[in-house]
């Protein structure tokens, strides 16, 4: 492009001077408190001693109490599993997130454990996207428009009592259908996707689901598919903090997601109510 060559040598040192500043985003000091926090991982191919295999980058996003989105995190993990997510979170923990109340993501392996282990006094939202995925993969493609129809209805309640009478009539209903997995799967886990009913209402669409992290990992699938197999795992992970960063640094940081004054003073959410 240049029209001269550039040898190994001089690509090695200006990637070396890239990670530098990437590393140092990476592990950067995290400054206030974070009320909700959204979990994911994307999986990706690695080149290991002539095989390919996967490769997982755990990423967040978080809520500050400024109500501004913000990109907290992003590690190489083995696998999506308890020891990936228990290092994960130790990593964000460490660096000072703080103030975490919410945590919102899919019902990934060890995910759950690992948050009960390391913030205690977070409640947990399992993603309703997600879960609807889960339901239907029980379903026959003929009645899966039939069933999101019924699942939505659940998540369409005034509170969280109505939503959990919703969500019984809904197995009674897959029962009926003959659909025992689906109905077993809403009966067990429904109640996990209702954690979002004890915050403010006007939040609920925003924190009921991963979709504001799915984004991103969608952006991360699009940029990373040209590579196909990366030569290790710490270059997937680079290529991805590198896009997260530059996400970062765009408008999507710069406007406010969430109107945080009900979330910080319950006193005021409680009388709009009783009015």
């Known amino acids: 492009m240049w029209g001269t060559p550039v040898s190994s040598g001089t690509v090695l040192r200006l990637n070396q001077e890239i990670y530098r500043h990437i590393e140092a985003w990476r592990n950067r000091q995290i400054t206030g408190e974070l009320p909700y926090l959204y979990l994911d991982g994307v999986v990706l191919k690695r080149s290991w001693a002539g095989e390919v295999k996967n490769v997982s980058v755990l990423v967040t996003i978080g809520i500050g109490t400024d109500g501004y989105r913000q990109i907290l995190g992003v590690c190489e993990g083995e696998k999506e599993d308890l020891e990936g997510w228990r290092g994960f979170l130790r990593h964000l923990k460490d660096r000072g997130l703080a103030g975490v109340r919410l945590v919102i993501s899919d019902a990934c392996r060890g995910l759950v454990e690992a948050v009960t282990e390391l913030f205690p006094q977070a409640d947990w939202q399992r993603c309703v996207v997600h879960f609807y995925r889960n339901v239907f993969s029980h379903v026959p493609n003929t009645k899966i428009a039939e069933v999101a129809r019924m699942l939505k209805a659940i998540h369409a309640q005034e509170d969280r009592k109505a939503a959990a009478a919703k969500a019984k009539e809904v197995v009674a209903r897959l029962r009926a259908m003959k ?43 699009r940029r990373t598919r040209v590579v196909g197999a990366f030569p290790d795992g710490n270059s997937a992970l680079m290529l991805v903090a590198a896009r997260l960063r530059h996400i970062a640094s765009t ?25």
């Open 179 to 221: 659909l025992k997995s689906a109905a077993d799967l809403v009966e067990q886990k429904a109640g996990e996707t209702l954690t979002y009913y004890a915050y403010p209402s006007t939040h609920w669409r925003r924190i009921r689901s991963n979709n504001p992290l799915e984004r991103i990992i969608r952006e991360i699938r």
């Open 251 to 275: 408008k999507w940081s710069k406007r406010r997601y969430l109107a945080m004054e009900r979330l910080l003073n319950p006193a005021k959410q409680d009388q709009e109510a009783a009015a």
